[in-house]
């Protein structure tokens, strides 16, 4: 059974101990598979900068001073713009020209670089990294975020692609479907070796993950989401982090 969100440190960290030892016990045969946005990456801090530029460009000043802290519904601009002190009727008149504004901006390299680290993410891709085993980052980021995406993760400390075991990747276009995207991935990360763990924060995504790898150990990272309403499937522990403090790595 799925472990709540708010599953104890114990828990979290018993899962997270079990992917590093099956880790480090297949070495180079081993694959663990890790979404980016939302799962390795807090992407609040560049949904505040996108809705800040727009207060500015609009003369809005409760929205020029939006912070990172406002978008706790997870990716709900309307709650976001709520939070920054619109009222209703504001909101529903904004809303249409700030989300065209947020999509323009959203799916670049540009913004991405804004992403900090989900807490204890970079520690425990470094040690899964270190025990030999493939880092596969599959992501719904286009090919046209590349760079972006790369500065991103040197800022976090992330291990970034290269060598022998760590990879990225893409979509090869905005416009490809993510859900089938990563369905598509599987066989990639199926020809690298043996598929240990996936972790991804869409619960659609770690559903198809644990019906393609019903071995795996399949994490979701209890974030924030799509929004769409889907259960997830039996076996798939549930975590809000890799730590249990900032800058510390849960169990490693």
Known sequence: MSLPPGANAPERGGILDRVLE???GLGARAVVAFDLDSTLFDNRPRQARILREFGVKRNVAVLAACAAAHWDSGWDMKAAM?????????VERLYPDAKRFWEERFFTGEYCVDDVAIQGAAEFVGAI??????VCYVTGRHQGMLEGTLQAMRNCDLVTPGGNNVHLILKPTLAMDDDQFKRDAHRKLSEMGTV?????N????????????PDAMVVHLATDHSGRTVALLDGIV???HFGDAPGRPLSI
């Open 22 to 24: 099956r880790a480090r």
């Open 82 to 90: 709520r939070n920054c002190g619109l009222g209703p009727a504001e």
């Open 129 to 134: 990294a270190r025990t030999g085993a493939a």
């Open 196 to 200: 240990i763990a996936a972790f991804d």
């Open 202 to 213: 869409e619960p659609t995504h770690v559903n198809d993950y644990r019906r393609t790898f």
């Open 238 to 240: 549930t975590v809000p």
